[in-house]
Each structure stands twice: as structure tokens, then as C-alpha cells.
């Protein structure tokens, strides 16, 4: 049984590598934190917490820190500028 929240630390990042060696354009191996998330998306705390309790982005949670992939930022960027710019998008 793991005791130590560094044990499960040490136990997620051996995961998501595992996980980023049979995908990796899938699965980056890049976590980011709240504040990382909220300087990005310019939002406040209580906007990032709604989003994770309705489900709207993907975290994991490690003792009381949160993670969020940030390949679902980057697909989120893609698709928004796709949609923005529709047909002049060279999909290469």
C-alpha cells in the first residue's frame, strides 16, 4: 500500500510514461498545474474549479494538486482556429 503522497507522485509519472511511450502524439508527456492553466486561459480559480466539476476539461488529482493534460489545450487551440478560419486552414 502506498503511503507517501511522493510514492504516488512517483507512481503517476511512471504511468503517464508508460502511457506516452505507446502513443506520445496522443499522450505528450507534459502536465500542467492550476495556476499554468489559469494564466493560459486568463480565467480565475472558481472559473478553472466549475470547469472541472462539470466535466468540461480533463485533471487528475495527486494529494490536493490538480493536473490538466495539456494536449487538451493544445487540440482545443487546433480545432477553435480550424473552426475560425474554416477553408484557408492548410491541414497538412
Known amino acids: 500500500m ?3 503522497e511522493s510514492e504516488l507522485v512517483d507512481l503517476f509519472i511512471e504511468v503517464i510514461k ?3 511511450k505507446t502513443n506520445p502524439k496522443i499522450y505528450p508527456n507534459r502536465w500542467l498545474y492550476g495556476a499554468e492553466v489559469k494564466k493560459k486561459l486568463n480565467i ?3 472559473t478553472l474549479r ?3 466539476i462539470n466535466n468540461d476539461i480533463p485533471y487528475y488529482k495527486i494529494g490536493r494538486t490538480y493536473y490538466y493534460p495539456s494536449y487538451f489545450f493544445e487540440k482545443k487551440l487546433l480545432e477553435n482556429t ?4 474554416g477553408k484557408d486552414w492548410d491541414d497538412e
Open 2 to 4: 502506498l503511503r507517501r
Open 18 to 20: 508508460q502511457v506516452s
Open 44 to 46: 480565475s480559480e472558481s
Open 50 to 52: 466549475r470547469l472541472r
Open 82 to 85: 480550424k473552426k475560425r478560419y
